[in-house]
């Protein structure tokens, strides 16, 4: 018996190729036969030995398939006609509604994603999802035995020696307010740098705006991004891009506090990693996120761009505040590493193991 | 408002402060909203594109608004404390005297940039062009080939 799974693409700093890998060899762990497979067009270089091209797929009835599914690609197709037991792992599908204007294609997409959701869910043996949040989405289109397995964490890109370069950049005596994660419209990032105008200007001229994170899922955003900066004089907000493992851990290094204002997530994995690093984190209340902080950080909503400043110098600037925060953010994490993924997996397989 | 700290409601008290605070910022005139741009012509003024064609007619109107940098004195950050004071003079008259240098690079800087921009238009107003005539290319041919099969047809 196999157990392979089928993703749509697989890039490096991307959650589900990272959560598709640690499946892959726990599974392996168990003696099962298990491969990554994906449409070569869609894979990063660097993880090419990672994974197999999505033609050599081949299962029997005896296989299971897991296909993590978080937008519409070819590989759907693939699972949805493979002989083995298929499991769906849903990751969320962002709203199109974001992207018109910025990428009509992408939208077109997340709604062709969107549109097909019930439908593979039906068709697919298990349902599982790396959130409640995503679960209650899938129960309200009519999906009803839906599992949560929550999305697994790795530190070791995080234990990594941070990148020389990005520390020597950063660590002046400023403080760095840091944004990790896709440059897309559903983050709103254009609200942090809004707050970061205020904090800077009126608060603290002595600070900086880091956003870490790929800009080629949605260019036009991006260009608005810093058109914006360029409108608010803040030639503190600097747009890092895509950042190797090293670099990630060097970011959260130097990093005063975490922010993210996006309003819809899955889950949100970059809050993990900011609390991991002991870097206070402050999101909005919104998506798979409260999830994701379990009772610990800061989580806020309806705040203007200057509450939203004033909410980060106080959690920067008030040492009680701060060490409040950081002890809630190590106990979720101490609760995180208890977790058993490997039981919870064995159990979610269930019968099927032989 | 919500503000959960290490999941305790924190809205009546923290939240209350930092509305106050936040009230006693915006009306502190002299430093007020960042931005100088008004919102029509500001960079999110993108949000309202509702299409990839439309997104790019705003982008083009707002990069004419930007294609030459302005010359406006800024704020130079000055610390606390006496030495911050020296420091921040030093910074102001440094200024003064390479000002007029500056200004005259900027306009070099300024020119080149409307340039750019009016190459983008010319290059837009081409492809439009283009694009036109070619659709009445084909509508021409459409129209034609209908004529053909319908005896073809009877």
Not at chain 2, 104 to 132: H, K, P, S, V, Y
Request: charge should be neutral; glycine fraction near 6%; charged fraction near 25%.
């Amino acid at each position: 018996m196999n157990i392979h799974q089928i993703l749509a693409g697989f890039a490096d700093g991307d959650a589900i190729s990272h959560e598709a890998m640690q499946l892959r060899d726990i599974i392996r762990s168990w003696g099962y036969e298990s491969d990554i497979f994906v449409d070569p067009a869609r894979v990063s270089p660097s993880l090419y030995q990672q994974c197999k091209p999505l033609d050599l797929y081949s299962a029997t009835s005896e296989d299971i398939c897991l296909h993590h599914y978080g937008i519409n690609s070819p590989s759907t197709d693939l699972f949805l006609a493979s002989p083995a037991k298929k499991v769906i792992i849903y990751h969320n599908i962002t709203p199109d509604e974001y992207f018109y204007g910025f990428d009509d294609n992408l939208a077109a997409e997340l709604r062709a994603g969107r549109s097909r959701l019930r439908d593979i869910c039906r068709i697919a043996d298990a349902v599982w999802t790396v959130s409640h949040f995503n679960a209650s989405e899938l129960k309200e289109l009519g999906v009803e035995k839906v599992e949560v397995f929550p999305l697994l964490f790795s530190s070791w890109n995080l234990d990594l020696t941070p990148e020389p370069m990005i520390l020597q950049k950063f660590t002046r005596n400023l403080k760095n307010i840091l944004f990790v994660g896709r440059i897309a419209p559903n983050k709103r990032i254009e609200d942090l740098i809004q707050a970061f105008a205020w904090y800077n200007k009126t608060i603290n001229q002595y600070s900086r705006l880091i956003i870490v994170g790929s800009n080629r899922s949605s260019p036009r955003y991006y260009a608005m991004l810093r058109m914006l900066a360029a409108d608010l004089d803040l030639p503190n907000v600097c747009f890092e891009g895509f950042a190797a493992p090293a670099g990630l851990a060097a970011y959260y290094r130097v990093a005063d506090a975490y922010v993210c204002p996006s309003i819809h997530e899955g889950y949100c994995l970059p809050l993990i990693e900011a609390m991991y690093c002991n870097v206070p984190v402050i999101t909005r209340d919104a998506g798979g996120m409260p999830e994701a902080l379990d009772g610990a950080g800061v989580s806020y909503s309806g705040l203007d761009e200057v509450e939203l400043a004033e909410l980060i110098n106080r959690v920067i600037s008030d040492k009680r505040l701060h060490a409040r925060i950081i002890a809630s953010q190590q106990e979720r994490m101490a609760r995180l590493h208890a977790r058993q993924p490997e039981l919870e997996l064995k159990t979610l397989l269930g019968a099927w193991l032989k | 408002m919500k503000i959960l700290i290490a999941g305790e409601d924190m809205a009546p008290s923290l939240g209350a402060e930092i509305k106050r605070k936040a009230d006693v910022l915006r009306k502190r005139t002299d430093r007020a909203a960042p931005s100088k741009i008004s919102p029509e012509i500001g960079a999110l003024a993108l949000h309202k594109a509702r299409s990839d064609a439309e997104y790019l007619g705003h982008y083009m109107r707002l990069l004419r608004y930007r294609d030459a940098y302005d010359t406006y004195d800024f704020n130079i950050p000055r610390r606390s404390g006496f030495l911050g004071a020296i420091m921040a003079g030093f910074k102001k008259i440094m200024w003064k005297l390479l000002r007029y240098q500056h200004d005259r690079i900027a306009f070099r800087q300024n020119l080149i940039n409307g340039l750019f921009t009016n190459a983008i238009e010319f290059e837009m107003e081409e492809r439009r062009r283009n694009d036109q005539e070619i659709n009445l290319r084909l509508e021409r041919i459409e129209n034609l080939l209908r004529e053909i099969s319908a005896p073809e047809k009877k």
